[in-house]
Structure formats: structure tokens, C-alpha cells
Nanobody, 122 residues
């Protein structure tokens, strides 16, 4: 049984920081791609960052240099460190895991999703 549970969302002022965590069960982090997506009101869900089974990372251009994705294999947690937050980062953030695939930014590649956590930047 696969389960992804996000935590760490909240409200911050522009320029602030937040750290999101995704507790993963039922998926081997060393074999599967896990990503963070976000969805703002009226917008499509978009890929923010991903970490592949081999540890390679990918980022959306809009967050490069500000966000960092990492994993703790011992705790089975994927984290997203978000620095220099902007109002346009406001969205619900979702953690997702995929069985296979290389299009990390494609939401249709992912098989399992968390329930999401709200991030608001004012």
C-alpha cells in the first residue's frame, strides 16, 4: 500500500522560507522518481522539482536557485526547501511518486499522490 503524506505548509511573507516534507511508504526511494507539484487556483498542476531513483534532481525554471529537493532514505522522506519565496509561489503543493518514466514534469507520469499542503506567500 503506497501512501504519501505532506506536511510543512503555511503562510509566509515574500522573501521568507518554508520546508515541506513528504513521508513516503510503500515506495522505494532509491528506485522511483518522487516529485513535488503545485496547483494554484485556476491553474494546471505543474511540476516544481523531482528526484530520481539515482538521486538526480530536476527543477522548474521558475524555482531554480530558490528551491532544493532532497531525500532521507533512512526516514523515507522527501523534502522541499523553499527559500526567497514569492507571491507567485502560492499554491497547494503535492508530493507524487512514479513507477517509471523520464518526463518528471508530466503529472500523468505519476501513479500516487499525496493530499496536498497549502503554501501562501503574501
Amino acid at each position: 500500500h503506497v501512501q504519501l503524506v505532506e506536511s510543512g505548509g503555511g503562510s509566509v511573507q515574500a522573501g521568507g522560507t518554508l520546508r515541506l516534507s513528504c513521508a513516503v511508504s510503500g515506495v522505494t526511494l532509491g528506485r522511483n522518481c518522487v516529485a513535488w507539484f503545485r496547483q494554484a487556483p485556476g491553474q494546471e498542476r505543474e511540476g516544481v522539482a523531482a528526484i530520481a531513483g539515482d538521486g538526480r534532481t530536476n527543477y522548474a525554471d521558475s524555482v531554480k536557485g530558490r528551491f532544493t529537493i532532497s531525500r532521507d532514505g533512512a526516514k523515507n522522506i522527501i523534502a522541499l526547501q523553499m527559500d526567497s519565496l514569492k507571491p507567485e509561489d502560492t499554491a497547494i503543493y503535492y508530493c507524487a511518486a512514479a513507477k517509471a518514466g523520464s518526463r518528471w514534469y508530466d503529472r500523468f507520469m505519476y501513479n500516487w499522490w499525496g493530499q496536498g499542503t497549502q503554501v501562501t506567500v503574501s
